[in-house]
């Protein structure tokens, strides 16, 4: 239950509508104050929640992110008349790793504990402060801390002596701001305008919700972060970037023996830097590491060398190493990975990037090398991180670049699939289906997951077997290609339906059509990734061969936003109905303007869809 509500009040993940609020539950109150002091941030949190109803009362499992300077100061329940009924115990408070995933090493935890009341209303009340040394932001804030729950009044006060160099970036508005100056300090604060009507939401087609989100961000401009840094630039933040990772790319002795056996008869930059790659993926796991500093610090290359794993940075580091001593260049590049794109802030220059992978440019070409997949090809990056803008790091010369995207002929696929009927109308299938583009990462995880029944669950849910009792999977690599083949064979009694006298196929749609309605679209269009599918669809109706058949017209649509054919062959001598049908849709961004037509483009597939039928009639 407490999932449909929960967020971190210090991070970003996924929002939903805020003008389809919960009647259950509000926040009365979400009020932040930093302040800069002797040499440490310090931040004060105090909230005020009311549970309406007992569909709610999980929101009283409050989670905070902890670190050894983290306090409650208090915590305790008011009921309807603002009697208080309930205050926290010390003994209520627990502390567990913010991640349990084995794969994970980190020292953030949160504290944990609960405040729940039997008679609604009531109001839950609590207050951290927490204070560090050493940071690269000052805070990056946004009013609101529930999804699917209204904020009434969130407000933000930063105080900064008065000589302290700060930079400042609101996205979306929609704040009551001032700044006040005293002798010794600078004091901003923002409120959210109760009078506006927040309206957000993740839709499909959507940009990143971060990017739809009002927030305040603010960075020093200078600052100690292990490394003396500077935030004027995006050069100066690469120096600062290159500098945590300084003189950690020498490999142990036998490390560069076995580089050496590996590459010196080689004679070609590419298949040396190919070798290397192979030789990572083999030999190296992936752990995340996030301790004190060491979430942006890399262990040194001699650390993997001898542990044979690392976090991004640790093993795109070695990855360096390893070219380093066999003579080729490379950079390690940051980048804001994850399923959706997420815009980085231009002219805001700042750490806003979870992830690291490695450029290495040759003559004609630049490759980009993942370093943490075992399973991922060759200068392949998937789509947790084609088509971003990213951070060069080069000492002197950092930059933001644009990352390979897909095109409409990279991400193609080819999907056929035969149904043999029997004469009591049930069906061999046999499916080949040719994976390039966004899925491509998709199946190859599922290729490697231990269990049959995962992976049958994994394209029941897809759809691509739906109705279909699966017998095999079998999957296809070439040589870590960036395509892979999955071949699936079944049964299935469920792909002709009787009406009357007639036996209906009604061709199953491998597209989703699922929209929101025009009058409740909000955001403009995003398509982050093309998506081309070439589909053939084989009926031997051999068995049924003492009826005729009719098909349904061919469709034809072709728009600014894509495309979409169904065309038909009836092969009478062989007994055999073949379907076609093609769908583009490229890569784009259209203003929210155009929705109407972009969702009647949408929904005329979906109706053809529909209406596309293979009948079978008896002969008269």
Known sequence: MLSKYKLFVTALFLFFPFFLFSQQAKVISYDTQIAFENGKLKKTVDVALQINDKRAVDLGEIEIPYNSSMRINRAYILDAQGQLVKKLKGKDINTKSLTENATFYSDANIKYFTLKWSSFPYSIHYSYTTSVDNFISITHWIPFIYKNINTES??????????????????????????????????????????????????????HIQDLLPMVLITPKSFKYGEIGDLSTWNSYGDWVYSLSEGMDELTTSEKEKVHALTDHISTKEEKVKVLYNYLQENTRYINVSVDIGGLVPYPASYVCENKYGDCKALTNYMKALLKEVGIPSYAVDVKAGKKVKKIIHDFPSQQFNHVILGVPLENDTLFLENTSKYLPYNYLGDFTYGREALWIEKGNSRLITLPKYTTQTAKEELDLQYTFNEDLSAKIDIQWTVRGAHFSNILHVKNLTKEEDKINYFKNVGLTYNINVETIEFEENNKSDEIKVHIKGSSNKIIRKVGTLFVISPTSFFDTKLEGVDERINDIVIHHPTHQQITVSYDLGSLSDRYVELSPEKIIRSKYGSFAITYENLKDKHLVKMHQTYLLPSATYPKEEYQDFYDFIKDIERIMKDSNIILKRTI
């Open 154 to 207: 969130a407000t933000l006060e930063v105080v900064l002596p008065k000589d302290y160099e700060y930079k400042v970036y609101e996205q979306k508005g929609g704040f009551i701001k001032h700044e006040k100056k005293t002798d010794e300090h600078v004091i901003l604060s923002w409120e959210l305008d109760p009078m506006l009507s927040v309206k957000i939401r993740e839709e499909r087609f959507s940009a």
